[in-house]
């Protein structure tokens, strides 16, 4: 049972092993913030990020070598616990479940080296290339549909919600830094960045559709 099918109210509590006696859910404890993140509260899992990005990263570093990686597969661990939080049980400590994606994404890692370089093209500022596929061509079929990608990608922009649209001007037009971002944002650089990527993953959803009726 997710924690938001529990439906527990406040003071929270969890139901021990016995199944009887109940333990207060400490406030800001790893499981109270997995809880409020489960219910939208997206600061309380910028705080687990905070709190645990330094073990993560310095697990990765241990099994890859390479500090670019190492934090290329921070931000990988992350984002892919955000998106499973309902798969997250509290048997396991919340650091373990994190640790255990991690190697997942570094056996990933060694294994498929091109992962690296599309995450690089990702973040390389290249003004959206990431979500339009395509080399230059002189074929003006292949021209034509460049530029109906394009269109389908502003009209998916355009369709966003004011806050997803904010982070893709802010990062894939204007190309401004995370800690600029971070500075307007009033919130951590850490922050910024999962914002990115909730938006960025937003506007693929938006996204898909459109390209589909090509």
Not at 15 to 31: C, H, L, Q
Not at 38 to 64: I, K, N, P, W
Request: proline residues 3%.
């Amino acid at each position: 049972m997710s924690f938001q099918e529990a439906a527990l109210p406040r003071p929270f509590s969890l139901a021990t092993k016995a199944g009887s006696a109940k333990v207060p859910m400490e406030r800001d404890s790893d499981t109270d913030l997995v809880y409020r993140a489960r219910q939208g509260d997206f600061s309380a899992f910028e705080t687990l990020f905070e709190r645990h990005r330094q073990t993560v990263y310095r697990f990765a570093y241990q099994m890859s070598h390479r500090r670019d990686d190492a934090e290329d597969i921070v931000q990988d661990v992350f984002v892919k616990a955000y998106q499973n939080l309902d798969r997250y049980r509290d048997e396991a400590k919340f650091t373990t479940w994190l640790l255990r994606i991690t190697t997942n994404l570094c056996t990933d890692r060694a294994r498929m080296v091109s992962r690296r370089n599309n995450l690089e093209q990702q973040e390389a500022g290249g003004a959206l290339t990431w979500m339009t596929v395509g080399s230059t061509t002189e074929d003006p079929v292949s021209n034509l549909q460049q530029e109906e990608r394009v269109a389908a990608l502003r009209t998916a922009i355009a369709s966003l919600p004011d806050h997803h649209r904010n982070m893709i001007v802010l990062r894939d037009i204007e190309e401004r830094e995370y800690d600029e971002i971070a500075s307007i944002l009033n919130c951590t650089v850490g922050g910024a960045k999962l914002r990115v990527l909730r938006a960025r993953r937003a506007l693929r959803d938006r996204l898909t559709p459109l390209l589909n009726h090509e």
